[in-house]
């Protein structure tokens, strides 16, 4: 499958890039690691009469640790991302999801900003951006915002940037001391991406839970936290059979997808198993101790 005919320009700026949206409006996307764009170009599903390569926008690379986390550039890879020490350290459940997402050729040029900006209701990032309460940033001409990940992300393929905007970055703050974090994913066996994934961030202090985050993609219309999880982890005991309890929950509240890849019970019963394993493992992470 060949694209619909397309322009492409390749701005040296973050302003070229704003230059070239404002001059071709509602008629240009924005390109950045192509390895959902392209395919979806290919396929018809898109047919952008331009492209706006952002690669030239150098102000869109870059780790930089702030005064409360950690700023990851949009133009980050996750291969950049698996191949920075002190990111990986300092968030915990990265490495992880960084591990299961695609494949090598997919992880060398998918971006930050990308798997972000395309509201895929199945990509892992945000499942696991949402347990850390990530924010993203977002440039236009008329200035620059800062916006919940979970109010960004508004639908199937669906966020809150406008034609004009760009994703500049995510901003990551440090989760308490001592949180474990981790994602479980089943994943459909062809695109790899998640029929079910669930990220979970725990601290726990003197044997109960003092912090909790459990988030989901690939089970319902959007990637989003898991609020009656994770109320009922707050000050529970930190032992397997309150975990395994409190997972049980996890599909309460949950419309699921139902399509080809999966009916939507099979999809609520794989949410409570990888909310288990979740638990279980960012638990451990954490410090629980426990004999059985
Ligand atoms: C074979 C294959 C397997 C895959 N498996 C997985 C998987 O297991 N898990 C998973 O999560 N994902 C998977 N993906 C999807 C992949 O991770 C996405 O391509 C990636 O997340 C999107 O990033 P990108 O840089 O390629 O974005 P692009 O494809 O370049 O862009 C995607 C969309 O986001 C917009 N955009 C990009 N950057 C910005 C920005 N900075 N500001 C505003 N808008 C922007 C574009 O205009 C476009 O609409 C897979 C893809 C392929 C091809």
């Known amino acids: 499958m060949y694209p619909a005919e397309f322009a492409y320009e390749r701005p040296s700026s973050l302003d070229g890039v704003f230059t070239a949206l404002q001059q071709n409006p509602g008629d240009a996307k924005l390109l950045a690691g192509g390895q959902s764009l392209l395919p979806m170009m290919k396929l018809r599903l898109a047919t952008p009469a331009m492209l706006v390569d952002l690669a030239g926008a150098a102000e869109l690379r870059g780790q930089w640790r702030t005064d409360s986390g950690v700023r990851i550039g949009a133009l980050t890879s996750y291969r950049e991302l698996q191949r920075s020490p002190r990111t990986l350290s300092l968030l915990p459940g990265l490495a992880d999801t960084l591990e ?9 040029r998918g971006t930050v900003g990308g798997a972000l900006a395309h509201g895929d209701p199945t990509a892992d990032l945000p499942a696991l951006m949402l347990a850390l309460d990530a924010e993203v940033r977002i440039r236009s001409r008329g200035g620059e915002r800062v916006v919940a990940l979970g109010d960004f992300i508004t639908g199937i393929f669906s ?9 500049t970055a995510v901003d990551v703050p440090l989760p308490p001391p001592s949180t474990g974090a981790a994602y479980e994913k089943f994943e459909q066996p062809a695109s790899h991406l998640a029929l079910c994934g669930v990220a979970a961030a725990l601290a726990i202090e003197g044997g109960t839970i003092q912090h909790a985050r459990v988030a989901m993609t690939g089970v319902s219309a959007t990637p989003r936290r898991l609020t009656t999880v994770e109320d009922a982890l707050l000050g529970a005991a930190a032992d397997p059979s309150s975990l395994d309890e409190i997972a049980a929950l996890a599909p309460h509240g949950v419309e699921p997808l139902n399509d080809l890849h999966a009916p939507a019970e099979y999809r609520s019963h794989l949410l409570e198993i990888a909310t288990r394993r979740a638990l279980h493992r960012a638990a451990a992470r954490a410090g629980m101790r ?3």
């Not at 299961?100 to 060398?108: C, E, M, P, T």
């Not at 966020?159 to 994703?167: E, N």
């Open 159 to 167: 966020t809150d940037l406008a034609d004009d905007d760009v994703l």
């Open 100 to 108: 299961v997402i695609a494949d090598q050729q997919v992880r060398a």
């Open 290 to 292: 426990w004999t059985e």
